[in-house]
């Protein structure tokens, strides 16, 4: 019989090949190379036309705070036995900032850059200040899981939520244009495997945010198959950029 502790080795690594399909795509955007291998769409189109026009970069600044509260959630003086949370989260907080660096450097207009390291430097702040509480105020890791838990659950579940900003122009428009079926299926997917995990050796922090993002993520794909047919083709004009921009890395990188 498999162990516990396999099982959960064996979805670490389903996160990581996600990661690394990613990562393939971004790699291929640099050399504008295009080949159906990855799932940033965003960054290639970044790439292929040096410029970042209207996209923004607050999904992913906001992965790179998730990401940084799962791996305090995952030290063994907070959450013991917990290290391929802190190694997938890991390798997610370095595509993220691989990804920022990219905005950074085609923002030729500098319409975001200040705003980047604005939002990193409050982000490093506000950790900061959670790491000094998490380790003077509690000194159980049953108390330290509970307190930094709680937050990793709320922006996690802010995140998986986020795509649905976009329903009310889905339903009034009869369109889904502005939401990406890869970043839909990203996130069903993503909060899928990592419900597994948390179901292998009980999580109740893991399972609650990534259980309701598996559901978040269905109810995407149920309104992307219901209104596609209705969604007005543009041939072979270029897409405009999506108003709801999170990379399936971010979406892997999610705890």
């Given at each position: 019989m498999v162990s516990a502790e396999a099982a959960r080795n064996v979805v670490g690594i389903i996160v990581c090949l996600l990661w690394s399909c990613d990562f393939l795509y971004l790699l291929d955007g640099l050399t504008f190379v295009r080949q159906n291998i990855g799932c940033s769409p965003t960054f290639y189109r970044i790439c292929k036309k040096k410029d970042?026009?209207?996209?923004?970069?607050?999904?992913?600044a906001a992965t790179v705070l998730n990401c940084l509260f799962w791996i305090l959630y995952g030290l063994p003086i907070v959450k013991p036995d917990s290290t391929l949370v802190v190694t997938i989260n890991s390798v997610g907080l370095v595509f993220e900032l691989i990804y920022l660096s990219i905005f950074c450097i085609f923002d030729t207009q500098n319409k975001g850059r200040k705003k980047v390291f604005l939002v990193l430097f409050g982000e490093v702040i506000f950790m900061a200040a959670i790491v000094v509480t998490t380790f003077l105020a509690f000194h159980t890791h049953e108390r330290r899981t509970l307190f930094v838990g709680v937050f990793c659950d709320i922006f996690n579940i802010l995140m998986y939520a986020s795509?649905?900003?976009?329903v009310k122009k889905v339903v009034t428009t009869k369109s889904v244009e502005y939401m990406p079926?890869?970043?839909?299926?990203?996130?069903?997917?993503?909060?899928?495997?990592?419900?597994?995990?948390?179901?292998?050796?009980?999580?109740?922090?893991?399972?609650?945010?990534?259980?309701?993002?598996?559901?978040?993520?269905?109810?995407?794909?149920v309104l992307y198959a219901f209104y596609y047919k209705s969604t007005p083709k543009r041939g072979s004009q270029d897409v405009k950029p999506s108003e709801i921009q999170l990379s399936a890395s971010d979406a892997a990188s999610r705890a």
């Open positions: 970042v026009e209207e996209f923004q970069p607050y999904p992913y795509p649905l900003t976009i079926l890869s970043l839909s299926l990203a996130n069903f997917l993503n909060g899928c495997v990592w419900t597994a995990y948390a179901l292998i050796r009980f999580d109740i922090f893991m399972l609650v945010s990534n259980g309701l993002g598996a559901f978040f993520g269905f109810l995407q794909l």
